[in-house]
């Protein structure tokens, strides 16, 4: 038998499984599912979850479905089913079979008859509390409900009123009759249909029981004919009444379940509840706020779909919980655009310099490499002429020790122009230097060869009269601490400076920037042109990330 052989993804356990079945013959081609619940957009743990699985069929030429896991009307919505299939998408991949849980219903329903039949479900109408407290503790076995005996001929006829509508929400539900003292308290009737008179997103009014999570993934996930079930290690203790499920309802196809640790990053909410809750409070400007973790907003605020692929692939498929430093995702899109983005200048806090020994109606046009570390990138012309703009940090009247900017009576190169030097400063009436008068040496141009004397400072600019006006959104993480305990409010922990709004200037040349182009600002970092705020008369920058790192893969 041909063996096959890891190429492309680096090895995990589950993936050492998928081999080990197919060289087996125990299943003859690999099918995974991604299976969200349409209640939220996805987010950057979902990402882990999409490459895991599409790559792992990928790469032993099986098949990966996406289906929406719409099993509560409550909280799904269209709205977040067209949001993931746009996110899927643009993180680069095409799923094999689009469907919907809810589409099942008719079969999750006959599936739960099978069992009534079987004498493997009963209906209860107990509350939830009873049902809570009858089901014992780690150590306490439950006790039986006074329903757990009745007729096959009863609960069928039951199941069939509560499904025509005759119950109100929580009258009674469906258990399955499993064993009351079972150490997995899983295993304890857990409950696997219920009422609820709601309007659900793709099948309407047409149903008012629905199964519960437990019940209905493992039929989804036989009907598509998944090998792989791949879930999170929370659902380890499910797995047993997963199997269960598969053997009493009998499903022909026998799926099977594995676990993986989820995602956690430092300063960063995951759960899909909490994100919901930041933006229905308004904390933030929508899903898709650059400083949410969700998929949107991470390219909102110009992550490349490749460096969140790279990611989810580096941080590796383990089976015990831990936390990544977000820094890490950080040096991905670091690398990614290391050689991708166009280097330019920008102004974040400008301070105008008048270099007075400069003609007055003269402009230049200099040369400037567009990436020094990629020469296919080329070069361009930026303008130059008396009035330029630097950053205010770049001047200070009284300079410590080590200061090499600009201060009266020192030199420092203009990055791709001329040796500077400053020789006086204006001040406005609060004391604040609002321009500086500086001298050029036209001896000095960038690329002249100049050899005269060297400077210890170099720092960017942008020529005045041509620059183009531009907002720049500079983003710290949105939590300050991480906060693991569900109790505590997170909202109190928000980081106020997690948003900074800075009004500037960059180069003449682009002002044709579009929506999601990307840039490297010469000492800030990269930034992506927003494509929310920027209109065609301003241009509004994200900072995607810095430039320096401390982090090291
Ligand atoms: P959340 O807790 O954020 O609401 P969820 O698990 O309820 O997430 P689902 O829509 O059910 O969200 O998730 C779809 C798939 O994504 C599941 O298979 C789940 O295991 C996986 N997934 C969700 N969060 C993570 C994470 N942080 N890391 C890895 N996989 C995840
Ligand atoms: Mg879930």
Redesign the pocket.
């Given at each position: 038998m041909e063996t096959k052989t890891p190429t492309s993804t680096p090895s995990n356990f589950i993936k050492n499984i998928v081999i080990e079945d197919l060289n087996s013959g125990k299943v003859s081609q690999v099918v995974t599912r991604?299976?969200?619940?349409p209640?939220?957009y996805l987010?950057i743990?979902?990402a882990?979850?999409i490459v895991l699985n599409f790559e792992l069929a990928d790469e032993f030429k099986g098949l990966t479905n996406l289906r929406f896991?719409d099993t509560n009307p409550v909280k799904e919505d269209t709205e977040y089913v067209e949001s993931i299939k746009a996110d899927v998408e643009w993180l680069g991949f095409k799923w094999d079979g689009l469907f919907f849980a809810s589409n099942y219903f008719e079969e999750m329903y006959n599936r739960a008859v099978i069992l009534i039949r079987k004498g493997l479900a009963y209906v209860d109408d107990q509350t939830a509390d009873q049902i809570r407290e009858s089901r014992g503790t780690l150590t306490a076995p439950g006790t039986n409900s006074p329903h757990r005996d009745c007729s096959v001929e009863e609960n069928l006829s039951l199941f069939d009123r509560m499904r025509a509508g005759e119950f109100k929400d929580g009258e009674r539900v469906l258990r399955a009759k499993i064993d009351m003292s079972s150490p997995n308290i899983n295993f304890r009737d857990p409950v696997i249909y219920r009422v609820v008179h709601a309007h659900h997103h793709n099948t309407g009014d047409a149903w008012c029981i629905y199964p519960m999570y437990a019940y209905a993934h493992p039929i989804e996930d036989a009907i598509e004919g998944v090998t792989h079930s791949?879930?999170?290690l929370e659902f380890e203790d499910q797995r047993p009444f997963y199997d269960w499920v598969i053997r009493e309802c009998e499903m022909p196809n026998v799926p099977r379940q594995y676990e993986f640790a989820?995602?956690?990053l430092t300063n960063t909410v995951?759960?899909?509840?909490k994100l919901k809750q930041l933006v229905d409070e308004k904390a933030v400007d929508g899903w898709d706020d650059p400083r949410m973790p969700t998929i949107s907003g991470l390219r909102r605020r110009g992550f490349t779909p490749e460096a969140i692929r790279t990611f989810a692939r580096e941080i590796g498929v383990a089976r015990s919980n831990s936390t990544v430093d977000a820094k890490m995702l950080d040096h991905f899109i670091r690398e990614d655009l290391k050689l991708k983005a166009l280097r330019t200048m920008g102004i974040l806090n400008p301070l105008k310099v008048v270099i007075t020994n400069y003609p007055e109606d003269s402009v230049e046009m200099l040369d400037a490499e567009n990436n020094s570390e990629n020469p296919e990138m080329g070069s361009r012309q930026i303008p130059f002429s008396r009035e330029i703009y630097i950053e205010q940090e770049d001047f200070m009247e009284n300079p410590p020790n080590k200061y090499f900017r600009l201060f009266p009576g020192n030199e420092v190169r203009l990055k791709n122009a001329y040796f500077i030097k400053c020789n006086d400063f204006v001040k406005d009436d609060s004391g604040k230097v609002i321009e500086l008068h500086c001298t050029y040496d036209v001896e000095t141009k960038s690329g002249s060869g100049f050899t005269g004397r060297k400077v210890k400072g170099t720092i960017h600019w942008v020529d005045a009269k041509s620059a183009v006006p531009a907002e720049f959104r500079l983003y710290e993480p949105l939590i300050l601490d991480d906060q693991e305990d569900e109790n505590a409010s997170f909202l109190e922990n928000l980081n106020p400076n997690s948003l900074q709004i800075v009004q500037g200037f960059v180069e003449a040349g682009m002002k044709e920037a579009k929506p999601h182009d990307k840039f490297q600002f010469f000492r800030h970092g990269y930034f992506n042109v927003d494509p929310k705020h920027t209109t065609s008369d301003k241009l509004v920058f994200n900072l995607i990330v810095s430039l320096k790192s401390s982090f090291e893969v």
């Open positions: 991604f299976p969200p619940e209640n939220g987010h743990g979902h882990k979850s896991d791949i879930c999170t989820r995602l956690n995951m759960s899909k509840r």
